[in-house]
Every structure is written in structure tokens, then in C-alpha cells.
């Protein structure tokens, strides 16, 4: 016997030694990739400063827009609350309170926005609306509280943490922290401003979900935008900015609920309290995660209700009540009505609910049509957005893949759907071989760069790839819990979803708080019998935190927007600082008329930031323009034409536009003269200095009539 352990302890300190090393290299690789953010740490602390701190008017208007989220956010646990009335599910041995308020608040959530989408297609957004869902949801909230006073009071009495708990659990609220601050500054990302916050603000402006004109994104399925409508709709009660953080703080909320729910789902699983607290701590520290939570993005949203089903799951894996096949079908509905891509995640759901019909071949009918009732159900909830579009355009998942499945609406087309996907395909790379698709796992998480399509465009660290190894190990050579074998085929099917298809990694969000307590409950599996190793364990993810931590922090710092939250800086002089066009918007709001209509092109088509009427291609921002110029002779058929679509200025970006070398408006097949020649007509449009109210080398503001 003592031999024998003392072959065990020579294998487990042989193991220790060889995950330290894999960690420090791959922190050290991390961090060497690094310099544009982490590693400008320094420089960026000076950007705290600069300025006033407080202000009334603009501190105001944070406290209610955290206030207003806030209150939507026990409204959601209100119906949820009551909605868990009426579904029976069985408590398991390590059963998880925190979990419980977790799938309550998320559960509430998803049936929210339902709610809210009838009440658009019913023209009734308004105050009144909010406000009465609002006391609605606070009731409910409070007839919750009691049976949740009530079943926690029967709960084991939590461990007590040591100091290093409480670091872990300090170092995983500080880039929840900071996304919360970010959250209730003005936005500045460009899927915010393309969509997620600028059509809400369209259909509170119209009073109702009804199609934008020229704007393909309101096609989509907008299901969590729809507590962008209620957070904006209750924030304007006081202002139009407190509406504006009110929004952005709303999303933040998926943020904190995630983490919980992850904490609780590893406790389930019996991983200790430790263990748990860093699969948190590895997910809040991904960048790209806070980079979500305080952009007023909806990814977080997707990876709570992909968390949660999973959990769901798992749990039927094991009882097969049918309470839990509801809540599979709630909680993949909301990720459906959110997000076209949950069809991934409910492909791999598919797959498990036959292998557990396999298991079992006696019940095996009555298994597969309960797992197909629930992805039923889940289509049912997320089908009116999709129904919505099918009615308005001939295809339910319009614009996309138009030349599988067509469909018709002004601005888009055949050509700009297949142009789409093949911007979409760019992510990760546009020439990939065999060898970038088996080298993702580590590109993904050393090399990847924000705001560049061809590195993944985010940053999600290296503690995923830092426990693929163990996770490998522990399937391989020990006998895991059924339910980490569940997630980590939902998420390896997702992932070989997302590796042919979009390589951003946003879309990879999802399902990364699974995987990152898989990675965990393999390591503690694999570490039984090794203190030692367990410790350089906790060490290497730890510092693959901490490392991911840095990037966020230094993100933040980048925008720095205490000041603008605090109200010591204006909201017009933050977006002057971020958005370089935003001036042009500001001429325009105190110069043009009201009712004049503005072409954008090239402008990012920020559409919310702008008070005027429009006319702005979607993502292809210089489509109609090209048209124009190749279909007209000479500049004054091209500017009679601009006026004849009621345009009455024009604000391009012109630096690319009109570089013949980078140019769209140039034909490679035309002769160089005609291109040139199409090149000035575009110039003497955009860029006439007779009719130029504003312009400097990137951007001009011209008057058409």
C-alpha cells in the first residue's frame, strides 16, 4: 500500500508540474497578444481624470435608468414566481436555491417578452403600458417572496467562505462591477446603434412593433430587445437619457444572473464550493462577455437561457418529469426568439433526447415524443417574431439565406443576403484550410482581437483552453457525472456549429458557462486524490482570470465613462469623444429643419443617434449610392435623382469612398477613365464644397436642394 501511494503521489505532483507549465505558457501567449489593451494598463488609469466628476442632472438620470432596471428585474422574478406555481419539478439532493431564483427571474423574463411583443403588435407601447406591467410584475414579486422566504428556510446553511473564496468571488465582481457602470453610459457599440437599441427607440416612437421602413433589422427575432422598449418606455418618465440607462442596464441584469445560475448548476453536481466559485470566476472574467453586459448586447441573454435548459435537461435526463421538458421549452424558446442561431444548441438538444430514448428502448416512444413536445413548445414561444417576418416577406428567417429560402422587402435582396453570409464567413479568417479549423481552439483563445473580423472579432481568454486537456482526461479515464457528458456534447456540437458557419466569438458565448463548469467538475474529478495538483489548479485558472480581468478592466478604461455616468461629463461631449461622427449628428439636430430627411452612407448607419427623418442602406451602407452612380451620366442626373428620394442632405464618410484603391463605386472590369469618372460624379455629390455645411478628411455634410 505504501508503495502504491507513493506512486500516486509521484503521478499527481508529474501532473501538477505539467499543468503549471500549460498555464503559465498559455497566460504568457495571452498576455503577449495583449498590447493594444492590457498592456496600455498604465497609460489608460490617466483617463479616470480629465474632468468634473459629478453632476446633477446626469447622476440623476443613472440612479433611475439603475433604479428602473432594477425594478424590472424583480418583476421578472414576480412572474416567473408565479409562473413555477403551476410547474411541477423534482428538488434534487444538492439542491441549489440560488439556481432556483436563477430559472424563476429567467423564466419571468422570457414570458416578459412575450408579453411585450403582443402589446407592440397591439400599438399600445406607451408610459402607461410600462408602468402598468411594472406594478404588475412588483405584485407578483411580492407574492413570491414569501413562498421563497419559506422554501430557503428548509436550505442546508451555506459553507463559510475562507480567504480565498472571497478573492475569487472579489475578483469575479470586478468585471461585473465595471460592466454595471459601463452599462449606464450612453451607448457607443455598433450593433447597439445599428439595432438593438435603435429600433426599440423606432417602436416606442411609433407605439408599436410595426416594420421600419429601410430597416432590415426589424425583421429579426427581437426578443430580449423587447426589455429595451419597457426599460426605455419607464426611464423617459423622467428623461430621455435615464430611458437610455435604464436600457442598457436592464441587459446588464443577464449579467449577475448568468453567474448565479452557473454557481448554482456546479453545486447541483455536487463540485465543491470552490470549485464552483471559479467557473464563475472563469466566466465573468471573459472579455467578451463584459464587453456584452456593458454594450447593451443580448448574448449574455442566450448563454442564461442555454444555461438553464441545459440545466433543464440534464435534470429530465435523470427523472423525466415533465416539468422540466416545460422549462426546456421556455428557456429554448427565449434563446430562439432572441437569436437565430439557438437552432444550433436546439439541434444538439435534439441528439441528447435520442440517446436518452436509446438508454431506455422499452419507454423509448413515450421519451421521444415528451423531448420533441418540449422542442415543440419552444418553437411555439419564439414563433410570432418569426410568423411576424414570414407574413411581411415570404421567408420566417428573412434576410438571411435568401437563396435557400427567398423572401422580398424594400433594401434587401438575393445579392445583399449572399454578400451577408459571406461577410459573416470572414470571421476567423476568409481563406481557412484544414489546419486553422483544428487550430481554433487555441486561436480562439490566445490571438483573438476585438473589432477585427479576421481574430474572431473578441476575446475570450485562455482558461477554456487551459482545462480542454483535464476535461479530456476526466471523459476519458474516470466516470464523470451523466450530466457533465450532456453539456459537453451540447456544447461540442455548438462549437462544430459555430466553426463552420460564423467564427465570432459572441456567438460562441452561450456556451461557454457550461463548458466552463465541465472544465471545473473534470479537474476536481481528475485532482481527488492529489491535493497539490488541485491547488496548481485553482492557481492556473485563477490566473487565466486575472489575466482576462486586466483586458476588461483596460476596455473600460478605454471608455472610461464614470464621469458621463456620474454627470460630471455631458452625454454629447462622451460621444464626441467615442463616435467621430457624432458632431455631424449634433449640426444636424441644431441646423437642419425637422422634417428633413438625411442619407447616411457609410456612417456605421447609426440610426439612433440621429433626430432627423432617414435613408440608410442596411450593412451595405453604400449600396444605392453605387447603384446611382453606374446607372447615371453625369452629376446632376445623380443629384435630381437624390432629391427625387426626398433627400435633402447627404452625410458620407468619404475617406474609403472615394479612394480609388479601396473604393466600392470602382468596377475592376471598367476602364480606369470611366471609373474615375463615376469617382468624381460620387465626389461632386458628397463632397461639393458649394453645398458643404461640414467636413474634415473622414466625414462631410453636404445640402442636396
Not at 427523472?319 to 429554448?332: E, M, N, P
Request: net charge neutral.
Amino acid at each position: 500500500m505504501a508503495t502504491e501511494t507513493a506512486d500516486n503521489r509521484g503521478t499527481s505532483t508529474t501532473a501538477a508540474i505539467i499543468f503549471a507549465m500549460w498555464a503559465a505558457v498559455l497566460v504568457i501567449a495571452f498576455l503577449a497578444y495583449r498590447v493594444s489593451d492590457a498592456g496600455q494598463l498604465p497609460q489608460l488609469l490617466g483617463n479616470i481624470a480629465g474632468g468634473p466628476l459629478l453632476g446633477g442632472e446626469g447622476l440623476r438620470d443613472s440612479l433611475t435608468g439603475a433604479v428602473a432596471a432594477g425594478l424590472i428585474g424583480i418583476s421578472w422574478f414576480g412572474l416567473g414566481g408565479f409562473l413555477f406555481r403551476f410547474i411541477e419539478t423534482e428538488k434534487g439532493e444538492n439542491h441549489s436555491h440560488v439556481l432556483e431564483l436563477a430559472m424563476r427571474v429567467a423564466a419571468g423574463s422570457a414570458i416578459w417578452s412575450l408579453i411585450w411583443f403582443f402589446l407592440g403588435a397591439a400599438g399600445a407601447y406607451g408610459k402607461a403600458a410600462a408602468v402598468v406591467a411594472l406594478l404588475i410584475g412588483l405584485v407578483l414579486a411580492v407574492l413570491s417572496f414569501g413562498r421563497v422566504k419559506e422554501a430557503t428556510a428548509e436550505s442546508r446553511v451555506p459553507e463559510t467562505a475562507n480567504a480565498i473564496d472571497k478573492v475569487l468571488l472579489i475578483l469575479a465582481a470586478l468585471p461585473v462591477g465595471l460592466a454595471f457602470i459601463a452599462s449606464l453610459a450612453p451607448p457607443i457599440a455598433k450593433d447597439t446603434l445599428l439595432y438593438h437599441f435603435a429600433v426599440p427607440k423606432a417602436f416606442i416612437a411609433q407605439g408599436s412593433s410595426a416594420f421600419i421602413e429601410g430597416n432590415i433589422a426589424s425583421f429579426l427575432a427581437l426578443g430580449t430587445e423587447m426589455h429595451v422598449v419597457w426599460a426605455m418606455l419607464l426611464g423617459q418618465l423622467v428623461s430621455n437619457r435615464a430611458g437610455e440607462a435604464a436600457a442598457g442596464t436592464t441587459l446588464f441584469l443577464f449579467f449577475p444572473i448568468l453567474l448565479l445560475a452557473a454557481f448554482g448548476f456546479a453545486r447541483e453536481l455536487n463540485i465543491s464550493r470552490r470549485g464552483s466559485l471559479i467557473a464563475v470566476l472563469v466566466t465573468a472574467a471573459i472579455p467578451t462577455a463584459f464587453y456584452v453586459a456593458s454594450s447593451g448586447y443580448i448574448d449574455l441573454a442566450m448563454a442564461l437561457y442555454v444555461l438553464l435548459a441545459s440545466y433543464a435537461l440534464c435534470r429530465w435526463w435523470q427523472t423525466l418529469g415533465r416539468g422540466w421538458l416545460v422549462l426546456i421549452g421556455i428557456f429554448l424558446g427565449a434563446a430562439l426568439a432572441a437569436k437565430l442561431t439557438a437552432v444550433f444548441v436546439i439541434a444538439a438538444f435534439a441528439l441528447v433526447i435520442l440517446l436518452r430514448a436509446r438508454k431506455d428502448q422499452d419507454a423509448a416512444a413515450k421519451i421521444i415524443a415528451g423531448g420533441a413536445a418540449a422542442l415543440v413548445l419552444a418553437g411555439l414561444l419564439a414563433s410570432p417574431w418569426y410568423l411576424r417576418t414570414w407574413a411581411a416577406t415570404g421567408s420566417p428567417v428573412f434576410p438571411f439565406y435568401m437563396s435557400i429560402w427567398n423572401g422580398s422587402a424594400t433594401g434587401w435582396d438575393v445579392d445583399r443576403s449572399n454578400l451577408f453570409q459571406a461577410m459573416n464567413s470572414q470571421y476567423g479568417g476568409d481563406a481557412k484550410n484544414a489546419l486553422d479549423y483544428i487550430a481554433a481552439p487555441i486561436s480562439t483563445a490566445i490571438i483573438a482581437q476585438p473589432e477585427k473580423a479576421a481574430y474572431f472579432d473578441g476575446v475570450i481568454g485562455v482558461a477554456f483552453l487551459m482545462g480542454l486537456p483535464l476535461l479530456i482526461w476526466g471523459l476519458w479515464k474516470f466516470e464523470l457525472p451523466v450530466e457533465i457528458k450532456i453539456v459537453t456534447g451540447i456544447a461540442g456540437i455548438s462549437f462544430l456549429f459555430w466553426l463552420f458557419s460564423s467564427q465570432q466569438l459572441r456567438y460562441l458565448l452561450p456556451v461557454l458557462p457550461v463548458i466552463a463548469i465541465a472544465n471545473i467538475a473534470a479537474a476536481e474529478r481528475v485532482s481527488t486524490a492529489a491535493s497539490a495538483f488541485r491547488k496548481w489548479i485553482v492557481a492556473g485558472f485563477a490566473a487565466a482570470a486575472v489575466a482576462g480581468i486586466l483586458v476588461s478592466a483596460a476596455w473600460f478604461l478605454q471608455r472610461s465613462p464614470v464621469r458621463v455616468v456620474l454627470g460630471g461629463e455631458t452625454r454629447d461631449a462622451y460621444l464626441s469623444r467615442h463616435l467621430d461622427y457624432y458632431p455631424y449628428y449634433q449640426v444636424l439636430t441644431s441646423e437642419a429643419p425637422a422634417d428633413a430627411k438625411v442619407w447616411l452612407i457609410n456612417m456605421r448607419r447609426d440610426t439612433y443617434n440621429i433626430e432627423r427623418p432617414y435613408f440608410s442602406d442596411y450593412i451595405f451602407e453604400d449600396w444605392t449610392l453605387r447603384q446611382m452612380v453606374w446607372d447615371s451620366r453625369n452629376v446632376e442626373e445623380l443629384r435630381a435623382k437624390t432629391a427625387a428620394m426626398g433627400i435633402q442632405y447627404i452625410l458620407a464618410r468619404h475617406d474609403v469612398l472615394l479612394d480609388y484603391g479601396k473604393s466600392v463605386l470602382v468596377d475592376d472590369k471598367k476602364p480606369r477613365a470611366e471609373n474615375e469618372a463615376r469617382l468624381k460624379m460620387a465626389r461632386d455629390l458628397i463632397a461639393d464644397p458649394a453645398r458643404t455645411a461640414r467636413s474634415d478628411k473622414r466625414f462631410s455634410l453636404v445640402k442636396v436642394f
